[in-house]
C-alpha cells in the first residue's frame, strides 16, 4: 500500500503562483510514476501533469504546459508541482496519484493509489 497526502493548496489571484506537495508514504519503493490530477465541478477528472519516479522524465497537459512544472525528491519521498501564471480556469480540486506498474501517464485509469485532494481557487 501507498498513503499520499497532499498540502499546498489555496486561494490566489489571477497570474499568482502556487506550489503543492504529496508526501508518499508506505511502499513506496514499489511507486513507478506520480502524477497530478484535477477536477473542478461538474467535470470529469483531468490529467494536469506526471513524472516518473526513478528516470524523471515528465509529462505535461497542454492546458498547464510552460506555466506548472512537476519535480520530485525521492529522498523525501515528496511529489511537487510548482504552478506559475495562474488563471481562473485552474480552479479545482487537485489530487496526487501513484502507479505501481507502467502504465501510460495521463490516464487515471493505470493510478491505484490517490490522495485526499487540495483545493486550488483562483480569483478572476
Known amino acids: 500500500q501507498v498513503q499520499l497526502v497532499e498540502s499546498g493548496g489555496g486561494l490566489v489571484q489571477a497570474g499568482g503562483s502556487l506550489r503543492l506537495s504529496c508526501a508518499a508514504s508506505?511502499?513506496?519503493?514499489?511507486?513507478?510514476?506520480m502524477g497530478w490530477f484535477r477536477q473542478a465541478p461538474g467535470k470529469e477528472r483531468e490529467f494536469v501533469a506526471a513524472?516518473?519516479?526513478?528516470?524523471?522524465?515528465?509529462y505535461y497537459a497542454d492546458a498547464v504546459k510552460g506555466r506548472f512544472t512537476i519535480s520530485r525528491d525521492n529522498a523525501k519521498n515528496t511529489m511537487y508541482l510548482q504552478m506559475n501564471s495562474l488563471k481562473p480556469e485552474d480552479t479545482a480540486v487537485y489530487y496526487c496519484?501513484?502507479?505501481?506498474?507502467?502504465?501510460?501517464?495521463?490516464?487515471?485509469?493505470?493510478?491505484?493509489?490517490w490522495g485526499q485532494g487540495t483545493q486550488v481557487t483562483v480569483s478572476s
Open positions: 496519484a501513484a502507479q505501481t506498474t507502467m502504465r501510460p501517464p495521463s490516464s487515471k485509469y493505470g493510478y491505484a493509489y
Open positions: 508506505g511502499r513506496t519503493f514499489s511507486i513507478y510514476t
Open positions: 513524472i516518473i519516479w526513478s528516470g524523471g522524465s515528465t
